[in-house]
C-alpha cells in the first residue's frame, strides 16, 4: 500500500522504488510511530474529527499492531511498503478498515516522521545515559584504587611530573561527565512535539498541539513553527556531535592506555578478555579493544559531517534530502553506545603495575621542577631557578644521574641554597603530596574528589 | 626572551623555528594573558610566594603594559618571542627586571593559555550574542512587516501550500534562538578557571584556585583536575559546532531566498547595497552576499573537522598539536561572526514583492489538501479523499485549470459531497486562516509569535 | 575456531567478541579470500613448504569450497568465526583436515586482508566503470536530442545567457569523464600485491612474490615494503575520495534539474518513473531521485572523513583500528554505484518543455551581452560597451522590456553605433550560434562534441 | 574602479562590501593574472578586435606592470579593488588609459580566474614536487645508514619482529612516492585552458582556444565545455585531498618517533634543532615539530572537507560560493609544503641509539614466529606450531625468560623436534636475514630498495 499515487499514471521504475524505500532503517522507529499514532487518533476525536467509538477502535487497533509485531516482526521484513508510515497505516487497514484510512487526516509524513523521531531519541537517550554513567562509574571505582599509585605523568609523551593513576581516571571522568550534559542538553532542547505541524504549513484541524504534546510525552510544548518543525535536523546534529566528542575523548583513554600497556612502558596490562591475538605471531597480545575505540572515532566524526553536509543549502521545507538522517545518526549512537559499554568492559578489565608504575617515576626528571621549586622557596627567581636546574639537568644526563643522584659537591656547587636533603625532598610522596591544590594529583586530593564523584553518581 | 632552554645547547632550525611560532595568531590573547597575569601575580601575593610591594609593583608594570599596548600596538609585531605568553614575560622584563622572572612561579604556559583561551572567549561570547540578536531582531521585523503577505510555500521545491512570508521569517528565528541558546550553553559548560593546574599535575604552591577563579571572573568555580584541565579543548570543539549550526541554518536561509530571487520566481528583491554585477554581462545583479553566506558554510564545518581531528588520538596531557585549536578555531568564530552581521543587512534590504507572491500561490494546486480536506468535512475518509484529489489534479491539468476553476459539472462529478463554493473556500485567505493552530502559518498566529518574540527580544 | 589463543588464558569477554568480530561486513571478500588462499597455497607449493599432492588437495579443497558457499551460503551466516578469514581457514580443516593447518604458514592476516580488499576493489572496479559509463552514456544521448534546445544559462542563479540543453549535459559528462579517470588512476596505483609481507616484516619462506602477484593477476608486481604494505590504505582514501567527487557532480545535477523542474521554472519534467508523492497533499509530484541523489552527497562525504579520521597518527604497522576501513569504504561505494545507476535512470526519464525553456530564454536581458559585443564591434571599448548595456537594462526594466524591445528612439539615442536591427540581431539562433569556438555553446560545436563522445565510448 | 555597475543604483553596504572583497587572498594570483592578460591580448589580437598596435602597447603595459609590482608590492595593499581582476584592469587603465577598457572583450571573470588558479597550481606544484622529492631524499639516507639497524616492528603497538630501521623508512619513502603521482596525476588532469570560455557560454570572439592554450602552457588543450570549464573545481579538491594524504603519512611518522623518543622506548632522540622545553619544566625537551606536523593534518583534512561543503549542490555554472574555494586550497597546499620542509629537517635532525634499539629487540618474545617457522620447517602444521609457540610464550612469561632462555629440559620438552641451537637460530642478524624475500626487511634486501631508490632520484 502507497500513501499517495492518484496523480500518478506511470510506476516506479525498480531501480529507484528499491532506492527509495526506507523501511529497512525507518521500521526502528516502529514503537514511536504506533505512539504517535495512538496520540493523533486521540487528538482527531479531541477535535471532532473522529468519534469517541472511532477512536477507541483505533487505539485498540495500534496496541494489537503493537503487540503482535513485538512478538513476531516477521511482517516488517516481508512487507513491500515504502517505509515504516506506510507500513502501519496498511497493517492498520487490515485490521480496522475503512476506519484506518482516516488515522492521517491532518498529519503529514512530514511531521509524523519528525515526531517519531524525538520519541526514539528520548527512549534511546536514557539507555545512552546509562552507559555514560556505567563507564563513569568503572573509572571512579579505578580512581578509588588507584589514588595513590604513582605513575609517571605526561606532556608531549615525555615524562614531565609524576601522577597518581587515579588522577589519571577521573581526567576522563570530568571529560565523560561533561559528554553526559551535552547530551541531556540536546535531548531538552529537542523536546517539543512537531505533531500537528502537517506538511509545512500547520495543520488545518482544530488539534489542541498543547494537549497533543503532553499525551506523548514532550515536556516542552509543541514546537511554535510549522516550517521549522518539519525542516529541523539540529538535534541528529547536536547528538551525533555529542557522540563524536565522546568519541575523541574514549579515542584519547585508548592512546594513553595502548601506550601504557606496551612493552616499552610496562605499566599497565589488559585482561585476556580484552585482548587478541595474532593468526602469525603466536607471542602477540594485542590491545584490540582499545584499538577499536580509537579506530571508531572515526566512524563517529564521519556521521556528523555526513549530517552537516546534507543539510547544508537544503531550501525549505522538507526536501527527501532528509531521508538520509537516520542512518548516520542511527550508527553514531549505536556505534558510541557500543564504545562506552566496551570501554566500561576495559576499564575493569585493566591493572595497572604498581611496582613497574614507580619505578617509571624514578628516572627522566619527573622532579625537576620540584627542585626549581625548592630553589624558588630560597629566594631565587622562577625564571631564574628554571634555567639553571635545566643546566643541572644536562650535565646529569650526561653522568646518567637523577638530579637527586648528584655528587654531593656537585649538588652543593649547583644548588647551594637550598638545604634539605634532595633525595627525602624529592621522594615520590612529597612530590605529589605538593600539587595538593584544588585539581592537583596528591593522593588526598584525589581521595577527596572520589568521594565526591561517589555520592554525585548516587543520585545519577 | 625564551622561557626555556637551560638544558638545551643547539639552536633551533630556521624552518621549524618559524613553523613553531604561535606569536602571529595568539596575539590575540594579549588582553586576556595580562588579566590572567594580573589574577595570578595577586594570587601569588595571596600564597605568600610574592610579597605585597612585589604584587603592587607587577599590577602597575603589567596594566601599564596593556595601556601602552592598546595604544601602540607596533612592539607586538616587531616581536621575535615565540608566543604571547612569553612577549608578555619579556616586556614585563623591560619594565621591571628580575620581579619580572618571578611571574611564572608555579604556573605553565599549559594551563596559562588554558585561561587565555576562555577569557577570550568569553569576551567574544558576548559580541557574538549581540550579533546573533540583532539578526534574529531583523528577522522578527521583517516578520511583523510580512505577517500576512502569502507565499508559496514548498517541499522538495515543489509548490505545497500557501505560507505567509512572516512565517517563513520566523522559521529562521527559531533555528537562531536554539543556536543562542548552544553558545550560551557552551560557554556556561566552559566556565571554570584552569589557572593552577600547572603543566599537568597541579600547582606544588599554596593556591586558592577558589578565590582566583572569583578574580578572574569564572562563574562555576575552577576546574577540578588538572590533567583535564590543561588538554581540554571541549569547548573549542563545542563552539565551532555551534558555529557550523548557525551556517547551516544560514545557508537554507541563502538557498530559499536565492530561489525566491530568480527570474523564475521573481517574487524577492535585493536591494543594490547587497548585489553585485558581472564583469561581462551588463544586466546581471546576483545575490552575491546570500551566496557567500552559502558558501563560507563549508569553511566554517571544515574548521569543526579539523578540531575534531587534531583532538582524535591525542595522549594526555598536553601536546603541542593542540596549538593547532586556535587558528581554526578564531577562523570559524570570525567568519560567523561576520555572517551574522551580514545576514542582517541582507534581511534588511530585501523586499517581497507581494502581487508577485500572491500571484505564484494561485497557480499550482496549492489549495489540493484543502480539496481533501472539504471532502473530509464531508465524511469522505481523508485516504480516499487524498486518493480523488489525486485524480482530479491530474485531470486538472491536462485541461490547463486549477481545481477551484473546474468546470461546474466536472467539479460536481468529481466532488459531490462539497456543497460550499470552491472558488470561496479556497482562496488564500481561507487557506491560510485555516492553518490557525500553535505552530500555524496563519496571519493571526503569525501576528501572535511576531508580539511574543518582540517581547522576548526585549528582555534579551 | 580461532586463529591465535595459545598463549591466552581467560575467554572473551561478550560485549567485546561482538563488538570485535567483522564476519558481518568481511564476508563481502569471500571470493578473493579464496582467490588469494589458492594462491598462497600455490606459492607454498612452490617454496617447498607444501608438497604437490598436498597443494592439489588444497586447490580442490578451496575451490569446492567456493562453488558450494556460491550456492548455499547459510554456513556464513550461521558461523561464529571472528572474520572471513577464520571462516575460512575453518571451513577448510572441515573438509582436508590438519593440511588446512598449513596454509597459514608464512602468512598473516595482515598482508592476507590487504591482498583480499586489492582484488575485491578490482573487481568492484570493472561493475563501477560500467556504471559510470552507462551515465555517461545516457547523459550523450540527451545532448543529442537537445543538442540545439535553447535554455536559459545561469551564473548566481540569474539568467546570464543562453545555452543549448545539449551544452548543459556535455557539462557533466566532462565532470564524470574525470570521474572515471580517477577511479582509473586509483585502481592503477593500488595494482601491487601484498601477498608474502607477513604480518609486518616480510615472510620467512622462500616465497617468489612476482610470480604470486602475477598468478593474482596484479600487474604492477609485489609492494615493495612489507610494512606499507599491510598498514597502507590509500587506496581505500582513493577511492572514497572519488566516489565523493562523483557525488558532488551529482549533486549539482539534481541542483539544476529539480530548480528546472519546479513550478516556477517549469521547463523540465521528471517521469513518473522517478517521481513520489505527498501522503498528505494529493498534487504533489516531487523529484525525489535527485533530492536523494544530492542527500546522499553527505554521506559519501562523510565516509572519506571517517577513512581519514581513522587513518590520522596511526603508528605503524597494523593496528586494530584499519578494521575501520572496509565498512566506510564499501558503504562509500555501494551508494555512489547505486546512485550512479538511479542517474541514469533519471536522466532518461527526464524531458525538457522546449517551448517554456524558449520562452524563458527570450526574458531577462541575456542578450544584454551580445549588445556590448555589437558596440565592440562598432568600436566602443569593451568596458564602455558594459556600463552603457547596464544603463540601458535599468531603463528597460523600469520600462518593462527587453533590450530589443526598447523604443526606435530610445534604441537609437543608446545604441547609435549599432547598424543592425536588434530584434535579428538578437535572436536566439544568432545569440547561441555566435558562441561557436572550442568549448562554446552553439548547436553546431556541441553536435560535434556529441559525435566525439558517441566515438569515445564505443572503444571505452 | 569596479568592472560592472552601469544597471547598478545604490552602493554597496559596508559591511558587506568588506566580506565581498577577495584582493587580500587573490593577490597571490597576481602573476598568473597578469600572464592571462599578456595571452588575451594576443588571442584578441589574432581575432581582429584589437590591432597589433594595440597588442603591443598592452603587452608593454602588463609586462612593465609585473616588473613594477615584482619590486614594489605596496600598491597591491593600499588598493581598494575587488579582487585581482579590478586591481590589475585599473592598474593598466591607468597606464594606457581606454586601451585597457578593450582588454575584457570576450572574457569573463569567470574564466579568468579559472585559468588564473590553473596557471598558479602548476608553478606551485613544481615547488611542491621538489619538497616531496627532498623528504624522500632525507628518508633515503637515513634509510641507507639505518639498512641493517634493527629495530622492534610493531603491529597494535606491541613489539611483534625485528624490522631494520631502514626498512621504516623505506615504508615512507613508498607512501610519499605514491603522493607525489597523487600529485602530479591531479596537476595533469587539470592542465587544460579554460580560458575562451566567457561567463558560462563561451566566448562570441573568433578565438583560437587551441593557440591560446598553448601560448598559456597547458599541455591538454583548451577544455570542451564552457559550462564545466568555469565552474570545475574538481582541481582544488584533488590536490587538497593529496596534501591531506600525505599529512596522514606524516602523522603516521610523528606518531611512531614520538613513541621511540619516549622515556619508555627510549630508542630515537630528536636534535636540539627541532625541539622545545617547558616554561615550567626543566628537564624537558619536547619533540614539537614532530607533534605539529600531527597536530596540522587536522588542518589540511579540514581544507578538503571545507571544499567538499562548498561545491555540494551548487547549480551551473558560477556561484559566488565558488569564492571560497581559494583560501581553503592555499591554506592545504601552504600547510603541507611547510610539513614536508620541516619532515626533511626532522629526518635530518634524528638519531637512532644502535644499542637501545638492539637491547630492546632482544626482549618481548619478537622471535615467537621464527620459533613456529622452525617447527613448520621439522615438519609442524603452521596453526599447530602456532599454539604451541603460544603455549611456550605463556610459561616463559611466568619464568620471566625469552623462548631462546628456555631451561633445556623444557626447551626440548616443549619443541623436541627443533634440532637447531635456538640462541643462534634466533639470533636477531639470522630473524632479520630470513625475511629476504622482495618486500622484506632483510638487510641485504633494504640495502637493495635504496639502492634503486637512490637511482630513481637521480632522474626525479
Avoid at 80 to 109: I, M, P, Q
Amino acid at each position: 500500500m502507497s500513501m499517495w499515487g492518484g496523480r500518478f499514471e506511470g510506476g516506479l521504475d525498480e531501480t529507484f522504488e528499491a532506492f527509495n524505500k526506507s523501511l529497512g532503517f525507518d521500521q526502528r522507529l516502529l514503537a514511536d510511530d504506533l505512539v504517535g499514532s495512538l496520540a493523533w487518533a486521540r487528538a482527531l476525536g479531541e477535535a471532532g474529527v473522529l468519534t469517541s467509538a472511532e477512536v477507541t477502535e483505533l487505539e485498540a487497533a495500534i496496541e494489537g499492531l503493537g503487540v503482535e509485531l513485538a512478538s513476531d516482526p516477521a511482517p516488517i521484513a516481508a512487507s513491500e511498503a515504502e517505509d515504516v508510515h506506510s507500513f502501519v497505516e496498511g497493517a492498520l487497514e487490515e485490521r480496522v478498515g475503512a476506519l484506518a484510512r482516516k488515522l492521517h487526516t491532518g498529519r503529514s509524513r512530514n511531521d509524523q516522521v519528525a515526531t517519531d523521531l524525538k520519541l526514539y531519541l528520548t527512549r534511546f537517550g536514557r539507555e545512552f545515559d546509562g552507559a555514560l554513567r556505567d563507564l563513569i562509574e568503572a573509572l571512579v571505582e579505578l580512581a578509588g584504587e588507584t589514588f595513590d599509585l604513582a605513575l609517571p605523568g605526561y606532556t608531549h609523551l615525555q615524562r614531565a611530573q609524576p601522577i597518581t593513576a587515579g588522577h589519571h581516571a577521573l581526567a576522563y571522568v570530568e571529560m565523560l561527565a561533561r559528554d553526559a550534559e551535552r547530551i541531556e542538553d540536546a535531548l531538552e532542547r529537542m523536546d517539543t512535539s512537531p505533531l500537528g505541524c502537517g506538511a509545512l504549513a500547520g495543520t488545518a484541524f482544530p488539534i489542541d498541539r498543547e494537549a497533543l504534546a503532553d499525551d506523548l510525552g514532550f515536556t516542552a510544548g509543541p514546537t511554535r513553527n510549522s516550517l521549522d518543525a518539519v525542516s529541523d535536523r539540529d538535534h541528529a546534529l547536536e547528538l551525533a556531535f555529542a557522540c563524536s566528542v565522546i568519541m575523541v575523548h574514549l579515542s584519547r583513554l585508548a592512546e594513553d592506555w595502548i601506550f601504557l600497556a606496551s612493552s616499552e612502558a610496562g605499566m599497565l596490562q589488559f585482561g585476556d578478555a580484552v585482548s587478541t591475538g595474532s593468526s602469525l605471531m603466536p607471542q602477540k597480545k594485542n590491545p584490540d579493544a582499545m584499538e577499536l575505540l580509537r579506530g571508531k572515532t572515526g566512524r563517529v566524526i564521519g556521521a556528523l559531517q555526513s549530517l552537516l553536509v546534507t543539510c547544508k543549502g537544503l531550501p525549505m521545507a522538507y526536501d527527501k534530502d532528509l531521508q538520509e538522517d537516520k542512518e548516520a545518526l542511527f550508527d553514531a549512537l549505536d556505534t558510541t553506545h557500543a564504545c562506552l559499554r566496551v570501554a566500561a568492559v576495559c576499564v575493569r578489565n585493566v591493572r595497572y603495575d604498581r611496582e613497574a608504575c614507580r619505578a617509571a617515576c624514578s628516572r627522566g626528571f619527573l622532579d625537576a621542577t620540584d627542585v626549581a621549586d625548592l630553589l624558588v622557596a630560597a629566594g631565587v627567581a622562577f625564571r631564574d631557578a628554571h634555567q639553571r636546574v635545566g643546566h643541572a639537568v644536562r650535565e646529569a644526563i650526561e653522568t646518567g644521574v637523577e638530579l637527586r643522584e648528584l655528587a654531593p659537591e656537585r649538588r652543593q656547587a649547583l644548588f647551594p641554597e637550598i638545604e634539605e636533603d634532595l633525595v627525602h625532598a624529592l621522594s615520590i610522596e612529597r612530590v605529589l603530596g605538593r600539587r595538593a591544590a584544588i585539581g592537583g594529583t596528591s593522593p588526598e586530593r584525589v581521595a577527596e574528589e572520589v568521594a565526591a564523584w561517589k555520592e554525585r553518581l548516587e543520585s545519577w
